[in-house]
């Protein structure tokens, strides 16, 4: 069974960093797509930053230029590092990983909380 914990997130104030974890229990190859949403109070759930098994990364445009997606294969250990961070990126974030077993599953951390505020 293959367990998603992510950490890192807390409180910043406006133009501050945070480097978010989220630690695999399993391989991260065993994954084709890796992702981190983000759900804000009242707001739908937006992915934010995708990862793919060979690496290529895609960002939604609210946080291009600002947050990075990378993974350590070795470490089985997914990061997004977010700097310059707005109060509009409050949110609680979550990682999700798509296998790329037949069939297909997908697993989801609890998420960790991120405020941004002054």
């Known amino acids: 069974q293959v367990h998603l914990v992510e950490s890192g997130g807390g409180l910043v104030q406006p133009g501050g960093s945070l480097r978010l974890s989220c630690a695999s229990s399993?391989?991260?190859?065993?994954?084709?797509?890796i992702d981190w949403y983000r759900r804000a109070p009242g707001k739908q759930r937006e992915s934010v930053a995708t990862?793919?098994?060979?690496?290529?990364?895609r960002y939604a445009d609210s946080v291009k230029g600002r947050l990075t997606i990378s993974k350590d294969n070795d470490k089985n250990t997914v990061y997004l590092q977010m700097n310059s961070l707005k109060p509009e990126d409050t949110a609680v974030y979550y990682c999700?990983?798509?296998?790329?077993?037949?069939?297909?599953?997908?697993?989801w951390g609890q998420g960790t909380q991120v405020t941004v505020s002054s």
């Open positions: 999700h990983g798509t296998t790329l077993t037949f069939p297909p599953s997908d697993y």
């Open positions: 399993g391989s991260v190859g065993s994954f084709l797509i």
């Open positions: 990862i793919t098994r060979g690496g290529d990364t």
